[in-house]
């Protein structure tokens, strides 16, 4: 296992190399650097191994790095909704989010669902962009700020009037 968590640590944290002009005192300390890190590291991974159900350092640093990146995209997914759903006076512009997330467009539209925009209004007591979603503050939103009541949850019975026109 020793060995498993050695190579790990050099894979994770390769050696220095000197670069053109450095200064051998400034290789000297990025050198050192990597070799405390690759210390500190080992010790990390025997830590977890010895912790994890099958004491095995590959598995463990696996679910570890697993676990950041599922937060990480749920830290994410929650910005994305927060900028579209609820910047203002105006919601950030897909293309400039799609880059800052190395994203494609379609992907930042469909990043997430209501269920996050939900969470976000409730956590900043404040309704989103749209006034569709309104924050839970242990009262209802104020009549005028309430979407009118469908008749058996159909959106699609209530519309408005096409204008007359006194064509036929």
């Known amino acids: 296992m020793e060995e498993i968590v050695r190579d790990l640590a050099k894979i994770l944290v390769p050696s220095a190399s000197k670069e053109e002009g450095e200064s051998q005192k400034d290789y000297e300390a990025r050198t050192k650097h990597a070799s405390d890190e690759r210390k500190r590291l080992v010790k990390a991974l025997?830590?977890?191994?010895?912790?994890?159900?099958?004491?095995?350092?590959?598995?463990?640093?696996?679910?570890?790095?697993?676990?950041?990146?599922?937060?990480?995209?749920?830290?994410?997914?929650?910005?994305?909704?927060?900028?579209?759903?609820?910047?203002?006076?105006?919601?950030?512009?897909?293309?400039?989010?799609?880059?800052?997330?190395?994203?494609?467009?379609?992907?930042?539209?469909t990043a997430y669902a209501s269920e996050e925009v939900v969470y976000i209004a409730n956590v900043i007591q404040r309704r989103n962009n749209d006034r569709t979603i309104f924050p839970n503050q242990g009262n209802s939103p104020k009549p005028a700020d309430r979407e009118p009541e469908l008749p058996d949850g159909q959106w699609w019975a209530v519309r408005?009037?096409?204008?007359?026109?006194?064509?036929?």
């Open 160 to 168: 408005p009037k096409a204008p007359e026109t006194g064509l036929r």
């Open 46 to 109: 025997m830590a977890a191994a010895s912790l994890s159900s099958s004491e095995d350092p590959v598995l463990a640093r696996l679910d570890e790095l697993a676990t950041k990146k599922a937060d990480i995209q749920r830290q994410m997914t929650l910005i994305l909704a927060y900028a579209r759903e609820f910047v203002r006076p105006e919601p950030y512009r897909l293309k400039a989010l799609a880059k800052s997330a190395r994203m494609s467009i379609s992907g930042v539209r």
